[in-house]
């Protein structure tokens, strides 16, 4: 593999984050929570790719978006 | 201002028990961090202090069982006592009794199993069970919905998510309805709590064993394989698998009768959903979550002194605070007392938030969503029977004890 990881965009829906705090466990370096305990990015290169995508899909309430910063391609949510 | 003729701290009194809705409105708007004198313990009912204090988990402790030492309330048989003290230990190793790091070590090894990707794929096996849960009461012309659908169905899917044989539902079903005694005002509530403890345990500790040995894709096979992690203890394991059983029999049981109850009593809003249940049943459950929620109140235990509004809640006082109250705050909902299956965004806290929001979310929704769709599908003249809807006297859960409806054949 010589392809370099993908660029990403990680959108949180604030309407929907209730702190679980799935994704700031399994990805402590992309993810924090601010002072209303919600997930925010803090860098979208802090993780492997996959873990980002495990950290999206493992949100209760289905807040977290990951797409390809360059081709807009959505990594997560799956379409249906 | 609403005028109440009955004690504002007698949360089991049965006015309140038939509707909490004005008590905790009240409650909301004149005194919102109140000290019920009676069971000693705050009284939380704002929206955004709900969401703020369930958030902080570091300020409000879950581990309110293992911590509090006083009696259990309302008042038990006092021969009962030394049947609570088993109780406690029984639930103190529930999951939604952890507080951190041990929480996350344990949500962490069973979340996998519960997240939205995998519970989605459960939606064709609870849709065939409503349909035949339906097919064998269809041609009646009535029902009991409590007992016809939002019983059994949960323990279907209970059962098939434990790995046991289908034939097991009934004995399954019978300790649940044990466990539901959870919580719940009647004083001799302990004998048949402790008697579905104990046959939970014998029936679920031999398959642990199994499962160690041989893994399945069974929710029992996920605790095991935690225990050989050294994760949950043995113990730990038969307290949660009970967990799963009774936390997803009597939510989704309420979530469905509540649910049903709020769209017959408002006939636009059923008319509504029967025109498109497939476009609208999403919105629409989550409406339901919100108007009338399964769980009423939850509780925790504050391990420093915090001020809140122009209370301060003192290290080891016990709060509650009432999913009922917030979800229907009106600085959070607008028209928060109209049934609306359109609403959105609706960020009710049915499912609670935080660290410890409600594991089996997705599970409930699914089950919700496909039997109001199968209802407003095959039966859009549903209505309800005539006659008094009575509660289970509980502070925690919103239950009906009977659900009468009937329809044109």
Not at chain 2, 25 to 33: C, F, I, K, T, Y
Not at chain 2, 158 to 180: H, N, Y
Not at chain 2, 385 to 402: D, N, V
Request: glycine letters at 6%; one cysteine or more.
């Amino acid at each position: 593999m010589t392809d370099a990881a993908p660029k990403l965009r990680i959108l949180i829906d604030h309407d929907l984050c209730v702190g679980n705090g799935q994704c700031v466990g399994l990805a402590p370096d992309v993810f924090r929570h601010d002072e209303n305990v919600q997930s925010t990015v803090i860098d979208p290169a802090g993780a492997p790719v996959t873990i980002i995508v495990q950290a999206a899909s493992y949100c209760p309430t289905g807040a977290i978006r990951v797409e390809n910063a360059d081709t807009g391609d959505v990594l997560f949510p799956p379409s249906e | 201002m609403t005028t109440l003729d009955y004690d504002l701290d007698d949360l089991f009194a049965p006015d309140v028990i038939a509707n909490p809705y004005p008590l905790l409105g009240h409650l909301r708007e004149s005194a919102p961090v109140h000290w019920n004198e009676r069971y000693q313990l705050w009284v939380i009912t704002r929206y955004d202090d709900l969401v703020w204090l369930v958030r902080h988990n570091e300020l409000f402790s879950s581990a309110v069982i293992r911590s509090d030492q006083r009696p259990p309330y309302p008042p038990i048989d006092p021969e009962d006592t030394p049947l609570a003290a088993h109780v406690r230990d029984f639930r103190a190793d529930q999951l939604v009794e952890q507080d951190r790091p041990e929480h996350t070590a344990m949500r962490g090894a069973v979340h996998a199993y519960f997240t939205p990707t995998a519970m989605e794929k459960w939606r064709p096996f609870v849709r065939a069970a409503v349909h035949d849960l339906l097919d064998q009461v269809i041609d009646h012309g009535e029902m009991d919905v409590l007992s016809s659908l939002a019983a059994p169905l949960p323990v279907r899917v209970i059962t098939r998510m434990m790995g046991v044989p289908p034939e097991d539902q009934d004995t399954l079903r019978d300790l649940a309805d044990k466990l539901l005694y959870i919580n719940r005002g009647e004083s001799y509530r302990m004998k048949p709590l402790m008697e579905g403890i104990r046959g939970m345990i014998d029936y679920v500790a031999p398959r642990v064993d199994q499962r160690r040995a041989n893994p399945g894709e069974d929710f029992i096979s996920v605790l095991a394989e935690a225990e050989g992690r050294g994760i949950f203890t043995r113990h730990q394991v038969l307290v949660n698998t009970a967990l799963l059983l009774f936390a997803g029999h009597e939510t989704t049981m309420n979530l469905i009768c509540n649910g049903t109850l709020a769209l017959l009593r408002h006939p636009d809003q059923w008319a509504a959903l029967c025109a498109d249940p497939a476009g609208r049943v999403r919105v629409a459950t989550e409406e339901c979550l919100r108007y009338d929620p399964p769980v009423k109140s939850t509780q925790r235990i504050a391990t420093a002194d915090v001020p809140l509004r122009s209370q301060v809640i003192k290290a080891g006082d016990r709060l509650r605070w009432f999913i009922a109250a917030a979800n229907r705050d009106p600085e959070a909902f607008d028209q928060p007392d109209r049934f609306d299956i359109t609403r959105q965004p609706n960020p009710h806290v049915s499912f609670g938030s935080g660290m410890h929001y409600c594991l089996g979310a997705t599970l409930a929704r699914v089950e919700g969503q496909e039997v109001f769709r199968a209802l407003a599908e095959r039966l859009p003249s549903l209505r309800l029977r005539p006659g008094t809807l009575e509660y289970q006297p509980s502070i925690q859960f919103r239950s009906l004890k009977a659900l009468p409806v009937e329809w044109d054949r």
